[in-house]
């Protein structure tokens, strides 16, 4: 009998889950707005590797805090007694993306999307979108500021959940809908943001 790739990945994820590495992390309750615009969103087959587990926590860093590792598409959110929740991401393509250790300044539900001014140069067909099920933000937003200025890249949700696990972006932080929902209900404002 022929093994896929997929059905090989799922048995591993199994396997993980067995020996006690990996716990699956419930999804949130979402408002019934979340579940109209969610419902709205096309879906895309989760790959185990980018699914939301608690781990072990690979990062080192205080517990609250968020860590985007860039290359292996991975946000961590650490928690207490060194774990972590792992969600999978999409993140900037290498022209675009960016690093450095930010806060969250700001947290916003269903956001419009406003492409900044250095994006409409390079794409003219670009144009605002109202927030909702069409936005390229998706669920929600977490604003990343540095020194009291705003980077201009986000933490976001997705209308696109078929390209988590992929350089993408213009250097915002994809994530499925349902994972940024999940992440934003555990962030306040002022947390501390590293991308690596």
Not at 25 to 49: F, G, N, R
Not at 58 to 86: F, M, S, W
Not at 107 to 113: I, L, N, T
Not at 155 to 170: D, L
């Amino acid at each position: 009998m022929r093994t896929t790739l997929p059905a090989l990945a799922i048995a591993l994820a199994g396997t993980l889950l067995l020996g006690g590495c990996f716990s699956a992390v419930p999804d949130p309750k979402v408002s019934e707005l979340d579940a109209k615009y969610m419902a709205m969103v096309p879906q895309a087959e989760i790959d185990p590797h980018y699914a939301r587990y608690q781990i072990n926590d690979p990062t080192g860093e205080a517990p609250g805090t968020v860590v985007v590792e860039t290359k292996e598409r991975q946000l961590y959110y650490v928690l207490p007694n060194k774990k972590a929740i792992r969600y999978g991401v999409s993140v900037g393509d290498e022209a675009f993306g960016w690093t450095g250790t930010a806060e969250i300044a700001r947290k916003a539900e269903w956001p419009a999307w406003n492409p900044p001014a250095e994006m409409k140069k390079r794409w003219p067909h670009v144009h605002p979108v109202e927030g909702g099920p069409n936005s390229p933000m998706g669920a929600r937003a977490l604003y990343l500021h540095q020194n009291g200025k705003d980077t201009l890249y986000r933490i976001h949700g997705t209308n696109e959940p078929e390209k988590i696990g992929q350089a993408v972006s213009s250097g915002c932080i994809r994530m499925r809908n349902m994972d940024v929902v999940e992440l934003f209900n555990r962030v306040p404002v002022g947390t501390k943001v590293i991308v690596r």
